[in-house]
């Protein structure tokens, strides 16, 4: 009988970009949730991830993918690193209806900067039709700038084919590392 | 909104001032939103009342996503212990907000002790 093989993958990225509604799409189960009522009306949303998200999903051929959601504010900074440790891929979720969406991706490879190297990983950016500045060519300039190539997508995290979308192209990316 | 000027920063800085006096061996006392942001601190100790917050605020989050995932209730307590001290964080309501607590000590202190001064500080918040 051959082993299950079980990856994991870290969704990242700004409060409200969708890392919680991303796993909960993907996610063969009800995912594990932390969220609690937001007090920090410059959200503008009511409740928030302080801990993690964790959820499964059963890819077929001996293969699972666990789904590890962090919280978006700079203040779970600590979380960002326990959560990332050993993991195959990263999803940078950026919600391009915010003010500054560039700057919100450097944050987050400022954080995970150490961790790059052997992590794969992909950007995926939200609210696109509404918000379609910055363009998707303008984050992979901003990523070539930094000495980064990595896939750059529109998603809709609500989505379940545009999730599994980013989470291919972390396997993807790993399967060329082999 | 400044945290300082929070509705319940008056009962917080209330009880974070009650525990260091009530608590023999209580070295830092710290009173967080849910979300992570800190209302109050007291005490002796240096700590970071803002990471602190945080910190607990993902502590306590794990916490209550345990005790549904085994279906044993609501969590009250959650204890950090360690070779030189205790962190004991106990999740309170107030006037139907999520609070949480958080009272550092030496080892000097019975567990049971800080517990029980942690129940009354729940009480004494919402009596404020």
Redesign the interface.
């Given at each position: 009988m051959n082993a299950m093989v079980s990856h994991k993958i870290v969704f990242t990225g700004t409060p409200g970009a969708g890392k919680t509604t991303a796993i909960a799409a993907l996610s063969d189960k009800p995912p594990?949730?932390?969220?609690?009522?937001?007090?920090?009306?410059s959200l503008g949303k009511e409740r928030?991830?302080?801990?993690?998200d964790f959820g499964e999903v059963d890819l077929g051929d001996g293969q699972s993918v666990r789904l590890l959601g962090t919280?978006g504010?700079l203040?779970?900074e600590?979380?960002w690193q326990i959560i990332a440790t050993d993991a195959l891929g990263l999803v940078i979720l950026i919600d391009n209806s915010r003010p500054d969406p560039l700057a919100d991706l450097a944050t987050y490879l400022d954080a995970y900067e150490a961790l790059l190297p052997s992590m794969n990983c992909a950007v995926g950016v939200g609210r696109t039709l509404e918000c379609p500045l910055p363009t998707l060519d303008d984050f992979a300039d901003a990523l070539a700038a930094r000495g980064w190539v990595f896939p750059v997508l529109a998603v809709d995290v609500r989505e379940r084919d545009d999730v599994l979308m980013l989470v291919d192209t972390v396997l993807a990316q790993a399967e060329t590392r082999i | 909104?400044s945290y300082s000027e929070?509705h319940l920063a008056r009962h917080a800085r209330l009880v974070a001032d009650a525990l260091l006096t009530d608590v023999d061996g209580a070295s830092a006392i710290v009173v967080a939103?849910?979300?992570?942001?800190h209302l109050a601190q007291s005490g002796p100790r240096s700590v970071d009342p803002?990471?602190l917050a945080?910190?607990v605020?993902?502590?306590?989050?794990?916490g209550?996503?345990a005790s549904r995932?085994t279906g044993i209730g609501t969590p009250r307590c959650l204890v950090v212990d360690c070779s030189d001290g205790r962190l004991v964080v106990r999740c309170v309501e107030v006037q139907g907000?999520?609070l949480i607590v958080v009272l550092l000590t030496d080892r000097s202190i019975l567990l049971g002790l800080a517990l029980n001064s942690l129940a009354k500080a729940e009480q004494l918040m919402n009596a404020a």
């Open positions: 594990v949730l932390t969220d609690v009522r937001n007090t920090d009306a928030t991830t302080v801990g993690l919280p504010q203040r779970f600590f979380m | 909104m929070h939103t849910a979300d992570g942001f803002a990471r945080a910190i605020s993902s502590l306590a989050a794990l209550d996503a995932e907000e999520a």
